[in-house]
């Protein structure tokens, strides 16, 4: 099983709405990570969770909450979002973060539209 | 500051013909190189990985090509298929105590192949 899984595929949501994106992984990785990819831009990191761990948070707003439940899941909890936040959220994994050749796995992506 | 440029932003060829994409990354010192493939709504999917000792490498009809020298690395696509409409994405990974949160994407080419 080489896959990540997200859902929901889509989801529109208002700006006081609380939503959430989910992401699973079967791969025994220990690196997860979520990204933000607007259109016809290449995705921008926005945490890695290393052994269940957050290790790095680059500097996203704390309307956006990740959680990591285990080793297999990755959450990105969404609250008062606003309407530039609309965009494909990618999730991925690795094997682990410090590992020189190491390939991302990345989901199919949940295109968030924020009204 | 690590940049990564792919040329040409978008292309458009005929089914059959062959075509090449760029990427000129400033990265340095360098380990290794990705290509990524995206469809459009869906995640990245890795065709290719070069280190800095590699000059060419082939996954069925892409092959990919390295010059570490001129920091040039292409993507070449021989009898293109429509399946292979698609954003092609190049990442790169510095040699660094960091992991992966210190890869560097391209901004990516848009191929359309039309019939």
């Known amino acids: 099983d080489t896959e990540v899984t997200q859902t929901p595929k889509h989801l529109v949501m208002g700006m006081t709405n609380k939503k959430s994106l989910k992401c699973e992984q079967h791969m025994g990785h220990r690196a997860m990570y979520w990204y933000k990819q607007k259109a016809k831009k290449p995705p921008e990191l926005m945490f890695v969770y290393s052994y269940e761990k957050l290790s790095i948070n680059e500097s996203v707003p704390s309307r956006f909450s990740p959680e990591c439940p285990n080793s297999s899941l990755l959450n990105l909890h969404l609250h008062a979002l606003q309407p530039e936040d609309s965009a494909l959220y990618l999730c991925?994994?690795?094997?682990?973060?410090?590992?020189?050749?190491?390939?991302?796995?990345f989901g199919e992506g949940s295109r968030l539209t924020v009204l | 500051k690590n940049q990564v440029e792919q040329s040409p932003q978008s292309l458009i060829i005929l089914e059959g013909k062959n075509c090449t994409l760029q990427c000129n990354y400033t990265v340095s010192p360098f380990s290794n190189l990705r290509w990524y493939k995206q469809d459009t709504g869906r995640g990245p999917v890795s065709l290719t990985i070069m280190t800095f000792s590699e000059n060419t490498k082939s996954n069925g009809r892409y092959t990919a090509t390295l010059d570490a020298d001129t920091k040039q690395s292409s993507l070449h696509i021989t009898a293109s298929q429509l399946s292979d409409s698609a954003s092609y994405i190049c990442?790169?990974?510095?040699?660094?105590?960091?992991?992966?949160?210190?890869?560097?994407f391209g901004t990516g080419t848009r191929l359309t192949i039309i019939p």
């Open positions: 990442v790169v990974r510095p040699i660094s105590n960091f992991g992966n949160e210190k890869l560097t």
């Open positions: 991925a994994s690795s094997l682990r973060v410090h590992q020189d050749t190491g390939e991302l796995f």
